[in-house]
């Protein structure tokens, strides 16, 4: 069955691959082609290998399963053939051991049908794995196919998935650059604890160095003046020069 679906990959992988050869000696005639006629024949082009590769990835499915079951046969036969190594192996030891003589007819029929079913479970072995290989190179193929698409087109059967370029991405691993980050966020602390400051010591008392609400005139400790905001007050509010009718 394998076999069968392989070959119909292959022949679909052959078809795609003479589409494509097509389509790019079309496009190195387009300069002296009449413009109808390269749409015309860029479309049926294009809509036939479009279908080849619909088919392709309808098989896909079909050889994933058959590459997943000949990987469950290769993993049971693997422990079959580790159970009859250990056979021959025991009784190998046992011989040495002097447990069996070497011309015991029942002993050396024992260990040589032991060695035999050992052999073949190790040929069976290669051939599972043999096949499994071919089938994940025709994967390969498929999804090189798949993924190229029909050429000067957009539209692919294997959607495409937007990423971020790395320039846009941080990577959290970087411990350089959490630090900067960090280091950079506790600058931007101390600067606006800084300017808090400054704006509170503005109202501060002269007297006795209460930092006082910025309306206040009197302090609230000492009800010293705040001789600085009756400063402020003056400039900005020049009552020389109003003119007050009483």
Same mark, same amino acid.
């Given at each position: 069955?394998?076999?069968?679906?392989?070959?119909?990959?292959?022949?679909?992988?052959?078809?795609?691959?003479?589409?494509?050869?097509?389509?790019?000696?079309?496009?190195?005639?387009?300069?002296?082609?009449?413009?109808?006629?390269?749409?015309?024949?860029?479309?049926?082009?294009?809509?036939?290998?479009?279908?080849?590769?619909?088919?392709?990835?309808?098989?896909?499915?079909?050889?994933?399963?058959?590459?997943?079951?000949?990987?469950?046969?290769?993993?049971?036969?693997?422990?079959?053939?580790?159970?009859?190594?250990?056979?021959?192996?025991?009784?190998?030891?046992?011989?040495?051991?002097?447990?069996?003589?070497?011309?015991?007819?029942?002993?050396?029929?024992?260990?040589?049908?032991?060695?035999?079913?050992?052999?073949?479970?190790?040929?069976?072995?290669?051939?599972?794995?043999?096949?499994?290989?071919?089938?994940?190179?025709?994967?390969?193929?498929?999804?090189?196919?798949?993924?190229?698409?029909?050429?000067?087109?957009?539209?692919?059967?294997?959607?495409?998935?937007?990423?971020?370029?790395?320039?846009?991405?941080?990577?959290?691993?970087?411990?350089?650059? #959490?630090? %900067?980050?960090?280091? $950079?966020?506790?600058?931007? *602390?101390?600067? &606006?604890? /800084? =300017?808090?400051? +400054?704006?509170? !010591?503005?109202?501060?008392?002269?007297?006795?160095?209460?930092?006082?609400?910025?309306?206040?005139? #009197?302090? %609230?400790?000492?009800? $010293?003046?705040?001789?600085? *905001?009756?400063? &402020?007050? /003056? =400039?900005?509010? +020049?009552?020389? !020069?109003?003119?007050?009718?009483?």
């Amino acid at each position: 069955m394998a076999e069968v679906l392989e070959k119909k990959i292959l022949d679909l992988l052959d078809r795609r691959e003479e589409l494509v050869g097509r389509l790019n000696n079309l496009e190195t005639m387009k300069p002296d082609t009449n413009a109808r006629v390269y749409k015309k024949i860029r479309g049926d082009y294009s809509t036939k290998l479009q279908d080849v590769l619909e088919k392709i990835n309808e098989k896909r499915g079909s050889l994933e399963t058959k590459a997943e079951e000949l990987t469950n046969q290769i993993s049971e036969k693997e422990k079959i053939f580790t159970d009859q190594s250990d056979q021959v192996d025991e009784l190998q030891i046992r011989a040495k051991l002097g447990e069996f003589n070497h011309d015991n007819d029942e002993f050396k029929n024992e260990l040589n049908q032991a060695e035999s079913d050992r052999d073949k479970t190790s040929g069976a072995l290669d051939k599972l794995r043999k096949e499994l290989s071919d089938l994940n190179g025709v994967l390969s193929d498929v999804d090189h196919a798949t993924s190229a698409g029909v050429p000067g087109m957009d539209n692919t059967i294997q959607t495409k998935v937007e990423t971020k370029s790395e320039e846009d991405v941080i990577d959290l691993e970087d411990d350089d650059l #959490v630090e %900067e980050v960090e280091e $950079a966020k506790i600058d931007n *602390l101390d600067m &606006d604890v /800084d =300017d808090i400051k +400054d704006e509170s !010591d503005e109202n501060k008392c002269p007297n006795c160095g209460h930092v006082n609400p910025p309306h206040l005139v #009197v302090c %609230e400790e000492c009800n $010293a003046e705040l001789e600085d *905001l009756s400063q &402020d007050l /003056d =400039d900005e509010f +020049d009552f020389d !020069d109003m003119d007050v009718d009483i």
